[in-house]
């Protein structure tokens, strides 16, 4: 969800100027103006600067402060375009905290939080801006989204009842609302538990012991994964959401061939469509390669492309085994490999599913071959190029000083 950041004019001081005399009252205004011009230059750092200076003197505080609050939040709209999340979210709760009658910066501090999967702290200021600004439509629909990412889904339709009774034109909101609906009329009667790090759904039939396996992987894979992206950790709780084959089609409305997904939440069955429950190893693959999505997106703050956080969640979840090298070897000898540029905007769905297949077995080999052969340091480098929104190209040719092609003669090369 992308922010709507409306920035009320700075105020300009002319006639404020006019007013003070004195040599102190003159530093300050001065501070002030500096930090007008500066601002108007798009410099918001130096503004700042200036806007805090002039907070020690005798020019309107009342006007130093609304600048100040204003260059905060236009260095937090730069940051997160940038794809800095965690700097800018420091910029809108200043803001927030320095005009505390303003809903704003507080939606905005709101969506970064969101971004960072930090969603208690999303909650908190999002509820403080209807309290400030009651009726503001993003701000209840952004909570609604909130509380549903904390599994909350009774919250979540209160607000989203409201917003979409308020403005019924809201196609993205009511395919979201569709969703959440369509996974709580199966979520209904589901179970929790809830480990240090994960909140765990799942049906009642569920066998205790089952259930223990589970929460041991997904805890094992916390530590595993985190460790290997160089100390990694997301916010609790990640929410894990499991199934029977039947209720997972039905939540998720995927085709049979989906073992498992992300989409904020990790949803996995945990049986097969005979309802023969899936062996513990296959369960451990499916978690892991979910929860290395969730590892990818606490770094990005966002999706990179497809081959790269679908050949991570491969790579760090099962090995390139003699079946998947033969596979390789075939496609790099006598198949027609994809090209990565071409892996980049792959959506799931569009390909049928032999297509599908080849993608990800591909993704899988290259990221193997740039995570053995240049560490992982690397691959977290081009993850956080990629998470301030450098293109792919320009991002490998930084870390790895590769291009593209440059990569794909490579895995050719291994495999052909
Ligand atoms: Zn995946």
Known sequence: MTLICRLTTLILLAAFTATVATAEKTASVDFNNAGVQAYNQGEYDTAIGYFERAQK????????????????????????????????????????????????????????????????????????????????????????????????LSSARAQWDYVLEMDPKRPELRERYDKAFREQSVENDFDRYKSRHFQVSYPPEIPNELRAQVIGILDRAYVEIGRDFGGVYPPPPVHVILYDAKQFAEATNTA????????????????????????VDEIRRR???????????????????????????????????????????????????????????????????????????????????????????????????????????????DVYRKTRAGIEVDVARNYG
Do not use: F
Request: proline content about 3%; some cysteine; aromatic content about 6%.
């Open 256 to 279: 049979a061939y989906v073992g498992a997904l992300y989409d904020g939440k990790i949803r996995s069955p945990l049986a097969d469509a005979n309802g023969n429950w899936l062996p």
């Open 287 to 397: 978690l892991t390669h979910e929860y290395v999505h969730v590892v990818v997106k606490h770094i990005t703050g966002g999706e990179p492309p497809w081959w790269v956080n679908e050949g991570l969640a491969e790579t760090l979840s099962r090995t390139l085994d003699a079946d998947r090298t033969k596979a390789l070897q075939k496609l790099y000898r006598e198949g027609t490999p994809a090209t990565l540029a071409s892996l980049e905007s792959t959506r799931i769905g569009k390909l049928d599913k032999d297509a599908i297949g080849q993608a990800y077995i591909q993704s899988h080999a290259t990221v193997d071959l740039l995570w053995s052969r240049y560490g992982k340091g690397k691959m977290v480098l081009l993850l956080e190029a990629v998470g301030r929104g450098e293109n792919i190209e320009d991002a490998l040719r």
């Open 57 to 152: 003197g005798d020019a309107d505080q009342e006007v130093v402060r609304r600048n100040l609050c204003n260059a905060h939040q236009s260095l937090a709209n730069e940051l997160a375009k940038k794809g800095d999340y965690h700097g800018a979210v420091h910029h809108a709760d200043s803001a927030a905290t320095l005009d505390q009658k303003n809903m704003s910066p507080l939606v905005q501090a709101g969506s970064y939080y969101l971004r960072l999967d930090e969603v208690n702290l999303a909650i908190e200021r999002l509820e403080k801006a209807i309290t400030v600004k009651p009726g503001e439509l993003t701000a209840h629909e952004m909570l609604g989204y909130a509380y549903y990412r904390d599994n909350d």
